[in-house]
């Protein structure tokens, strides 16, 4: 009977050894990784400004000067395309967190109290669900006006249905889980009951749902800066370059092709990510 | 202690009403242990959940009688009351310790929570509690297994850690739901012993729920017997293993394999003594007494009209038109 603890690194290395046990989900995180870390490290790199304006050089195909040429305005892609990177990354990121600060709490209370309260929540979420959610997204920051935080908003009001739904599913079979009912036979209170016992157990697909959740707001992003709704000049994201860009389609292919490439790595990863941490978190999953 | 009266919890499905608790009235008084016995959906569970307040309600839903506790009905008590009464005055010990306690949480942090929500405890007093607690139930190197996980242990060790959260706010009454069920009969000695010795020590009432009467021989003080959700029998513990009244119980205690050593042909080989027939399907219950179909000596009257408890004896009640003739 003794206790059968395996040390930190021993369990570390069962639990990502199913997540590397994908290469497409490796592929996915170094995908992630890389492209993190670039964007984090962005002014440290020496690169020239991105807002430097160079008329004389304007549209420069790709040299040894301008990795990636320039734009109309003369500015280096190659260093646009990092501080894109920061703006796309960045608000995509929020945007899902804010999305899942709204959601979880909303699935969490609605699916454990049941009643009115998640009748009323689940219908107001299938208004939302109504529409589909590139429109939506258009729609809301077309009312709430041109800007990144209103971009931001947009995204996450259409993406808290997601998480709701998908915390209120976990809750409805855990509420009725031994442990739960456990919990109420020494008194505990429903708020201790919801965040201790039943949060902890329902937030795996949360997780995964996340990393899927980014791609989705990076694609959201990039139409909402491309028909010019998101990002504002100065400030410019990957969405916004494939709009200046696209004007130059045949002259300077490039302004194109680099921000849209980089739109797809992101979502690849992320959407790759969240698949592996799907493997890794089910408990269901065949171990070899 | 605890007394019930009355009691009737119901189920609403689709198919039917179905009286789960069917006027069953009970009392326990400190440091007894009532034995309440019956097979499997006879209502044994759900009246420890009643009593608890902790039936599922969308189905089901208390809809008649008292819960007298310390003076007070526990069915007039709001929620805030009752969470205090629930772990503090009165606990529960569950059947299956491979799924009552939180896999993500550490055993430690479960246990504190009991006293952390009764007592107020700050948390290092309620570490320092929880290992005495563990102590307690007899857990070897219980300061270790604090920081354990649930699945790092045996069922015996969470159904000790079960028994221990029990226990941790020194309740007056204790339900426990065939506490021992699911573990083997080597653990199951150990647990009932150590729950005797706790209860000792501490004066706790018990009611212990099980379909084992093998585990009544051994702990109870006194027996009820259930059947389709009503009480049909009840007595001092000897007494009714001397002189079951009831058909049912009779059936009951006729089905305990026997081993025994004989000579010649037939030594040992007796086939098992069964009770004929299945429980009526409790949205159909049919009129008069609910066992009539499967009883041996059923009348006319056993079929039209359901039979009263009544006390046969000093101490032994019986709900049998015929009990009588069963004594004798």
Redesign the interface.
Known sequence: ?T???KSLVARAQLVFGRFARSRLALAGLVLVVVLVATAAIAPLMGLQSPDEIDTLAMLSSPSSDHLLGTDDLGRDTFSRLIHGARVSLSASVAAVALAMLVGVPLGLVAGYV?GALDEGVMRMLDAVMALPPLVLALTIAAVLGPGMINGMLAIAVVAVPTFTRLVRGQVLSIK????V?????????RR?IIF??VL??AINPVIVQGALGIGFAIITESSLSFIGLGAQPPTSSWGSMVQVGFQYLELAPWLVMAPALLIFAAVLGFNLLGEGLREMLDPNARSR | MLEVIDLHTDLLLRGGTVRAVDGVSMRVDAGETLGVVGESGCGKSMLALSI?R?V?T?PAKITGGRIMFKGKDLLALNDAE???????DI??I?Q?PM???????TIGRQLA??VR??QHLSRRDAADKTVEMLRLVRM??AE??VH?YPH?M?GG?RQRV?IA??LSCNPKVILADEPTTALDVTIQAQLLDLMGQLQEKLGTAMVLITHDMGLIAENADRVMVMYAGMKVEEAEVNELFANPLHPYTRGLLGSIPHLELGSGADSGRKRLQEIEGNVPSLQNLPAGCAFAARCPHATAQCRELVPPLEQWSPGHWAACWHAAAGAA
């Open positions: 009977m206790s059968c603890r049941g009725h889980d031994d442990y009912t456990a919990a109420r036979s020494i008194g505990a209170p201790v201790r016992h902890p157990n | 608890l902790l599922p969308p009752m969470r205090k009464i629930r772990g503090a606990s529960m569950f299956e799924t009552s306690l939180n896999p993500v949480v929570e009991a929500l009764h070897p190197e270790r297994r354990d790092h045996s060790m079960m959260m029990a």
